[in-house]
């Protein structure tokens, strides 16, 4: 459905050359939620931008629906376009038009008749569950609603292919939840390619099938999503995972750790468990192998595409040198040990 070929994306400043894109590879089939995760400045943007050639690339493929778009004359291109979806942050809808109204705009350059331009807008009302709010203007709705009629318009003229620009960015997490249910009800309901990019985690986990890194304009890493999530091929996979899984010190505890230790400290830990270790009884063998006693802080295990993975963060009195067998252990079997600060023994109880 969408096939990038060794695409590149330079822009030319007085004093230098800037690689934006550097020699992109990637496929998205048919019924697929391809995610592109990056930091800002990684060249998400323009990616996504080239694949319906908003962006002109420097060199290299863009493959779309079977025509290489880098090829066609601006009429083709135009024709090319209309089975190319896309939807944006901030909505871009007409502020003067009613929600119907929106939906209807990319068709009324069409030939369809006001009744064949009916009969594809409610379907879509129905399916983005906005039919009670057909006749409401852009400023009576809610942010989700606004996304939720962006995603019609993008439906309007029956794409094969649909871009997500950072969609979810505006929108609080629960209204955010649901625009990703949306966009996966319309993958599996009219099995089209979805291309989304975005800057969180939390987005790739709910909503996509693959994922692929975007660093400095390089893909760096390209996995299914479980796959991704289990085994971490580099360290901005690996960064970006821990991140998404991280969990912060309650303030209370937060307001006593110390950067160093002494005598009167116990070390705070804090475990990073992928699946081949999230299902083991790690705190079990470091009390029982290692003499250890355990304060479990905080804690949480979840499945991401079946594979179980969590975090943890433990208190740990014992010894030095069995505190520093236990942690060997843990990197022994996969278990990512890390020490984040040390607690005075006054704060941390192991009674």
Same mark, same amino acid.
């Given at each position: 459905?969408?096939?990038?070929?060794?695409?590149?994306?330079?822009?030319?400043?007085?004093?230098?050359?800037?690689?934006?894109?550097?020699?992109?590879?990637?496929?998205?089939?048919?019924?697929?939620?391809?995610?592109?995760?990056?930091?800002?400045?990684?060249?998400?943007?323009?990616?996504?931008?080239?694949?319906?050639?908003?962006?002109?690339?420097?060199?290299?493929?863009?493959?779309?629906?079977?025509?290489?778009?880098?090829?066609?004359?601006?009429?083709?291109?135009?024709?090319?376009?209309r089975?190319?979806?896309?939807?944006?942050?901030?909505?871009?809808?007409?502020?003067?038009?009613?929600?119907?109204?929106?939906?209807?705009?990319?068709?009324?350059l069409?030939?369809?008749?006001?009744q064949?331009?009916?009969?594809?807008?409610?379907?879509?009302?129905?399916?983005?569950?906005?039919?009670?709010?057909?006749?409401?203007?852009?400023?009576?709705?809610?942010?989700?609603?606004?996304?939720?009629?962006?995603?019609?318009?993008?439906?309007?003229?029956?794409?094969?292919?649909?871009?997500?620009?950072?969609?979810?960015?505006?929108?609080?997490?629960e209204?955010?939840?649901?625009?990703?249910?949306?966009?996966?009800?319309i993958?599996?309901?009219?099995?089209?390619?979805?291309?989304?990019?975005?800057?969180?985690m939390?987005?790739i986990?709910?909503?996509?099938?693959?994922v692929?890194?975007?660093?400095?304009?390089?893909?760096?890493?390209e996995?299914?999503?479980?796959? =991704? =999530?289990?085994?971490?091929?580099?360290?901005?996979?690996?960064?970006?995972?821990?991140?998404?899984?991280?969990?912060?010190?309650?303030?209370?505890?937060?307001?006593?750790?110390?950067?160093?230790?002494?005598?009167?400290?116990?070390?705070?830990?804090?475990?990073?468990?992928?699946?081949?270790?999230?299902?083991?009884?790690?705190?079990?063998?470091?009390?029982?192998? =290692?003499?250890?006693?355990i304060?479990?802080?905080?804690?949480?295990v979840?499945?991401?595409?079946?594979?179980?993975?969590?975090?943890?963060?433990?208190?740990?009195?014992?010894?030095?040198?069995q505190?520093?067998?236990?942690?060997?252990?843990?990197?022994?079997?996969?278990?990512?040990a890390?020490i984040?600060?040390?607690?005075?023994?006054?704060?941390?109880?192991?009674?």
């Amino acid at each position: 459905m969408i096939k990038l070929q060794k695409l590149n994306k330079n822009y030319i400043t007085p004093d230098s050359t800037i690689t934006a894109l550097d020699d992109i590879n990637l496929h998205v089939l048919p019924g697929e939620i391809f995610g592109i995760i990056g930091k800002s400045g990684a060249g998400k943007s323009t990616l996504i931008r080239c694949v319906n050639l908003l962006e002109q690339p420097t060199s290299g493929q863009i493959i779309v629906n079977g025509e290489d778009l880098t090829t066609l004359t601006p009429g083709e291109l135009r024709r090319a376009r209309r089975k190319i979806g896309m939807i944006f942050q901030h909505f871009n809808l007409l502020s003067s038009r009613t929600v119907y109204d929106n939906i209807a705009f990319p068709l009324e350059l069409s030939s369809l008749s006001t009744q064949e331009m009916k009969n594809k807008i409610m379907p879509l009302l129905e399916l983005t569950g906005l039919m009670d709010k057909r006749n409401h203007y852009p400023a009576q709705l809610s942010g989700g609603q606004k996304q939720r009629v962006a995603i019609a318009r993008a439906l309007a003229s029956e794409p094969q292919v649909l871009l997500c620009d950072e969609a979810t960015s505006a929108l609080d997490p629960e209204t955010t939840n649901s625009i990703l249910q949306l966009l996966r009800d319309i993958r599996d309901k009219l099995n089209i390619a979805i291309l989304l990019i975005t800057h969180e985690m939390s987005v790739i986990k709910a909503c996509c099938d693959r994922v692929g890194i975007l660093e400095n304009g390089k893909l760096i890493e390209e996995n299914e999503v479980g796959e =991704f =999530f289990a085994y971490p091929k580099t360290e901005t996979a690996k960064n970006f995972i821990f991140s998404s899984l991280s969990q912060t010190l309650a303030p209370t505890l937060q307001q006593h750790l110390l950067a160093t230790a002494n005598e009167n400290t116990h070390p705070v830990l804090r475990l990073w468990f992928l699946p081949d270790t999230a299902n083991q009884p790690i705190i079990s063998q470091l009390i029982t192998q =290692f003499g250890l006693r355990i304060n479990i802080l905080q804690g949480n295990v979840e499945y991401i595409k079946k594979h179980a993975m969590g975090i943890m963060l433990v208190a740990i009195d014992g010894e030095k040198n069995q505190l520093q067998a236990g942690i060997d252990h843990l990197k022994r079997i996969g278990v990512n040990a890390e020490i984040i600060g040390h607690v005075t023994n006054d704060i941390i109880s192991f009674i």
